[in-house]
């Protein structure tokens, strides 16, 4: 017989379901103490691929193997998901305790009182290019600490030069030189491949270019730094290439999405951070790819500096302080971290990283191109503007409309303008 | 028709029995309630609170970081200067205005191939309904886009009938029929609405007028269209409420960025970029609630013109 | 006149324009018939090409999915498939299934309780206040999701119930779902009150009638709702998007969007493999449950 209990117990269930899914949420408890039995647990997530989760793995079980005591414990997800949720573990007061940064969200969280000054946290800077370590500073304190550095580049592929006959860049170049370097090479190749990417589309190439003319791209009090004329010139630079052979029109690139046109072997070079090498000839599957210097107009101000590729903090309200910043000092310092991730994070920031690593093929390639523009470099940036990861991305999308005929420059450059000063009146 | 007990039992009841009779029926609204209380408590929760608090928080500036701050109607003042916000609103309408009414003279087409009593009806039937259990998925989202990519099946197949145009991935003019061809391609669900509305219409009317010397136009316009509008109506309310959420596809199809050159920046997408990737959760609910506004009044005129149109026979309630 | 037509529901008598008299000739007929299988072939044709393709390319190497119209290839293999277990970042594939399924087995769950409890509330008992909730219940089936979205986002995170699934199964146990609800009460309704004021008579109470009377009688509906449910959650990309972060918590959609991001599309026969796998349980379902699944969307249609 059916009675009221049984309907009480099928309400029940509805409810014990419930909690169970609750209980399902909740994050394991973290013990306080720190024994091997009963280890401290440090929590660690990073933004990557599937070759940095394997590479970070190995390096989390190496440092657990080191310190019984302390147990860390990883997760990550892809580059959109990874700030998302940032964003809302902060507002929820519950950061993890360590984390992989970026430079374009650093001012966001430090100004937020979010992440945890390092200065003073036992931390070895000493293997730190002075020059590099304001780049993780905000307010004069340390937040972030530089596992590597990347600087821009312009990758080739020798041997679709060859087959074309178009001569390999020397790295000492004009603007106008590399243009005509583009032409020849999307002209010589009758169809066969593109010259590059728009490089007035990628606001790290802009950056160069204004650093090279000397004009500052964000003032201290957070403003912008240069005026719409500087990015009308910009993007008028490649006006006449746009639709010829030289640059690959952005309906074919839209087509290659994830993956980038000189990955997809469409295009016969392209400019980016040095560190991206490996993945390219993962993508291209071609045997050599060269890099050089971006070209300037001023042959001694190449406008090239060192960036942090990504950097460590740990989160303002970490109950583990100590473990975490040993964990850290280990990620940043450890000749076997470096062993690890060779240079696909970038070149090892810290000395004792770096001297302690060896570099063969792609990863020597990569290292040999940061010597080689030694004596250009200029001081690393320092953490850009709160809401800089929106102005980075609109850049992008506008001049993707610029590429498409949709808006003119100067349409173009109103556009970026009105976002831009949305962005920053939005966090003033 | 059920009350055949309670005037019965009403008869016996006098003045003593009041107080009796209303213990009744409050034990009987505590019961109520007790039943409706899941949904209740989903309904002020999930539902009726959030909506007022996404009010509020339209006239605010808010990132999940600082407390709200009051701005009035800022944001709905500046949605009305942001290119892309009238872009994706544009966007959605062409969607909206071209891909419902054809997905649907497609589905009316395909339920009058299939009404009648030959072998294989059902199979055809449920054939074509297969689009519509998956067309949402992201998984077709990314058939989709390889299929109508540069040299894909899509453009083979044009170019060997000599209309070679290439991707349609890329190109932004051809972004959005392919996104229509995607919405049309699930004509399914609704065919099957208008079959079992076919059904319904009785085979004598048919046949009187066949005697009056119809033809197969006269008969459509006379009979089927006006007892089928019913159907028509609601497939058409569903349908173009359902079209202003699309999102899922055009995620995946543009990569999550509503391109090439905004091409797929469809209402929703923009929501989500402006509310879940700039955290700007104030301008994403002004933008909330003006599509609620919007097909508030779009079910509205529905509504009311569907007196000048829908024929509801005897007493449908 | 037509009354009658109108409320016999699904099982009216199939009354059809085949009884056409000029096509009653032999060879008229067998010309028609023709001719119906002729297009309906071709159309099927049409409509089954973009599954067809997709099934088909699993089973392809990756250099001949693209740039490629023809279903056939000489190169069938399962390799794909095995690529595609593999998962992504440590995650096996098999896991994101277990996921999915943990959710659209809670979804089911919970949309069957929650409506069915709802229905009857609304059908069954009398309260004041019944026709408000219950238009209110109606209003919130035209409602955009997307207008609650932002403060239900809000509302969870306070919580800290962000990268759980609380947020994605909570609103099925609370009736949030208004559709099943309303197609509950809907049949509820056609159900006859005899049966119920037969029990009252007995004694029995609304929770006992519930149980013993009603729930028995509601199976149809109670299997369309869980098949639509299922097929709906396990579907679902907005929801988990917004709500998941951890990769090992992703169901399938969101994690063939992880795939596609990070394998930077090289791979595309695992990504289309990882497609088909994501598609199989619908599909499987919809082969068991046809009858239910056409009966439902004609239902739903006659009648929401």
Redesign the interface.
């Known amino acids: 017989m059916i009675s009221r209990r049984n309907f009480i117990t099928t309400i029940a269930t509805g409810v014990a379901a419930t909690a169970l899914l609750s209980a399902c949420g909740k994050s394991g408890s973290e013990a306080g103490g720190g024994t091997a039995e009963n280890p401290t647990v440090v929590n660690y997530t990073w933004w990557g691929n599937d070759d940095r989760a394997e590479r970070t793995n190995k390096a989390i079980a190496l440092f657990n193997e080191k310190n019984p005591t302390i147990k860390v414990v990883g997760t990550f997800s892809d580059w959109a998901g990874y700030w998302q949720k940032r964003a809302t573990e902060a507002a929820g007061g519950g950061l993890p305790d360590v984390m992989q940064w970026d430079l374009s969200y650093l001012r966001d969280y430090a100004q937020r009182n979010q992440l945890l000054d390092l200065s003073e946290a036992g931390i070895d800077l000493s293997g730190f290019e002075k020059t590099l370590l304001p780049s993780g500073k905000v307010n004069d304190k340390q937040f972030g600490i530089p596992t590597s550095t990347n600087a821009f580049a312009v990758y080739y592929d020798p041997a679709k030069l060859k087959e074309i006959g178009v001569a390999e860049p020397t790295g000492k170049w004009t603007y106008a030189e590399y243009q005509q370097f583009l032409t020849d090479a999307g002209t010589k190749s009758n169809g066969k491949y593109y010259g590059s990417t728009d490089f007035t589309g990628i606001w790290w190439q802009f950056n160069i270019w204004l650093r090279q003319n000397k004009i500052t791209d964000f003032t201290p009090e957070g403003k912008l730094g240069f005026a719409k004329a500087d990015l009308a010139k910009w993007w008028n630079l490649n006006a006449d290439l746009r639709g010829t052979p030289a640059i690959i029109p952005s309906d074919k690139i839209t087509q290659l999405l994830p993956k980038s046109p000189f990955g997809s072997n469409k295009t016969v070079s392209e400019p980016t951070w040095d560190n991206f090498m490996a993945g390219y000839i993962g993508d291209s599957g071609v045997a050599e790819l060269k890099m050089v210097a971006v070209p300037s107009d001023d042959p001694e101000n190449l406008g090239l500096f060192l960036k942090p590729s990504m950097l460590m903090v740990a989160s303002a309200k970490t109950k583990n302080k100590d473990a975490s910043t040993k964990f850290i000092d280990f990620m940043v310092n450890s000749p076997e971290v470096g062993e690890i991730f060779k240079t696909s994070r970038g070149v090892p920031a810290s000395k004792q990283q770096r001297e302690g690593t060896t570099f063969e093929g792609v990863d020597a390639q990569v290292v040999a191109y940061e010597e080689s523009i030694a004596d250009y470099l200029s001081d690393a940036p320092e953490p850009p503007i709160v809401g800089f990861g929106t102005l980075e991305s609109e850049f992008l999308r506008i001049q993707e409309e610029l590429n498409y005929g949709k808006v003119t420059v100067d349409q173009a450059v109103d556009q970026w303008f009105t976002s831009a000063e949305d962005v920053i009146k939005q966090n003033a | 028709m059920t009350q055949t007990s309670a005037p019965a039992r009403r008869a016996k009841s006098g003045p003593p029995l009041r107080n009796e009779k209303s213990k009744q029926r409050r034990a009987e609204a505590r019961t109520g309630y007790a039943f409706l209380l899941p949904w209740l408590l989903g309904f002020i929760v999930l539902t009726a609170g959030p909506m007022i608090s996404s009010l509020y928080l339209s006239f605010t500036n808010y990132n999940l970081f600082e407390a709200p701050k009051w701005i009035g109607f800022d944001n709905y003042a500046n949605l009305f200067q942001d290119d892309r916000f009238i872009q994706s609103v544009k966007v959605t309408l062409t969607y909206v205005v071209f891909g419902t009414p054809t997905k649907l003279l497609a589905a009316l087409a395909i339920a009058m191939l299939l009404n009648s009593k030959r072998r294989g009806q059902g199979f055809y039937r449920s054939a074509f309904y297969v689009p519509s259990l998956i067309g949402a998925s992201v998984s077709i989202a990314i058939v989709w886009k390889a299929m109508f990519g540069d040299a894909g099946p899509v453009d083979q197949i044009l170019s060997f009938f000599g209309i070679g145009i290439g991707g349609w991935v890329g190109n932004p003019n051809m972004t959005m029929p392919m996104m229509i061809l995607l919405t049309v391609w699930q004509f399914g669900a609704p065919m099957i609405i208008f079959l079992a509305g076919l059904k319904q219409v009785p085979a004598e009317l048919y046949e009187a007028a066949e005697m009056d010397g119809a033809g197969w136009a006269k008969k459509f316009t006379s009979i089927t269209l006006p007892m089928l509008s019913p159907v028509i109506f609601f497939n058409l309310l569903m349908e173009t409420i359902h079209a202003f959420q699309i999102f899922a596809s055009a995620f995946i199809i543009s990569n999550g960025s509503g391109g090439p050159a905004g091409s797929t920046m469809f209402y929703t997408l923009y929501l989500y970029l402006r509310g879940f990737g700039d955290f700007r959760m104030g301008y994403a609910s002004a933008m909330a609630w003006l599509l609620l506004i919007a097909i508030g009044i779009i079910t509205l005129i529905f509504f009311k013109t569907s007196n000048n149109w829908v024929h509801y026979s005897g007493d449908e309630k | ?3 009658t ?2 409320k016999t529901k ?1 099982t ?1 008598p ?8 000029k096509s009653r000739t032999i060879l008229g007929r067998s010309l028609k ?1 023709l001719l ?2 002729g ?2 072939l071709a ?2 044709v049409v ?2 090409y ?2 067809v ?2 099934v088909a ?1 699993s089973f392809k190497p990756s250099s001949e ?5 023809a279903i056939w290839s000489s190169n069938f293999s399962f390799d794909n498939f095995v690529k595609a277990m593999d998962g ?3 995650v096996s594939t098999l896991q994101f299934f277990g996921n999915s399924l943990f959710l659209a087995v ?1 979804s089911v ?2 949309v069957v ?2 409506s069915t ?2 229905a ?3 059908t069954r ?4 206040g ?1 026709q408000l ?1 219950f238009t ?2 109606i209003v ?1 089936l ?14 969870f ?2 919580l ?7 947020p994605l ?3 099925k ?4 779902e208004a559709f099943f ?1 309303f197609l509950m009460v809907q049949f509820m309704r056609n159900l006859p ?2 049966l119920d ?1 037969a029990a009252r ?1 007995d004694g029995a ?4 009638i ?3 009377i009603m729930l028995p009688l509601m199976k149809p509906s109670i299997i369309t709702a869980s098949i639509f449910s299922f ?1 709906w959650s396990w ?1 679902d ?2 929801g988990p ?2 709500y998941l ?4 918590k992703y169901p ?3 994690a ?3 795939f ?7 791979d ?1 026969g695992a ?2 493999a990882m ?2 796998l ?2 199989l349980p ?2 499987l379902f ?1 082969l068991i449950f ?1 009858r239910h ?2 009966e439902g ?6 009648k ?1």
Do not use: K
């Open positions: 006149m037509t009354t037509a109108l699904t009216a199939e009354t059809s324009i085949d009884r056409d008299p018939s119906f299988h297009v309906s159309l099927i409509v089954m973009p599954a393709w997709m390319s999915i693209v740039g490629n119209a992504i970042g440590g809670g769950i919970g309780l929650s409890v709802t009857y509330a609304f008992i009398n309260f004041p019944r909730f209110l219940m919130t035209l409602l955009p999701f997307h207008v609650v979205i932002i403060p239900q986002y809000i509302i995170q306070q800290g119930l962000v990268d759980t699934y609380v199964l909570l609103g146990f609370l009736g949030a609800v009150r005899e004021e008579i109470g609304h929770v006992r519930f149980v013993s097929i579907n990309f907005l998007l917004l972060n951890s990769p090992d399938l959609p969101l063939l969007r992880l596609v991001d990070q394998t930077q599309s090289s595309y990504m289309i497609s088909v994501a598609l619908v599909l919809f046809q699944i056409v969307v004609s239902t739903q249609g006659l929401g």
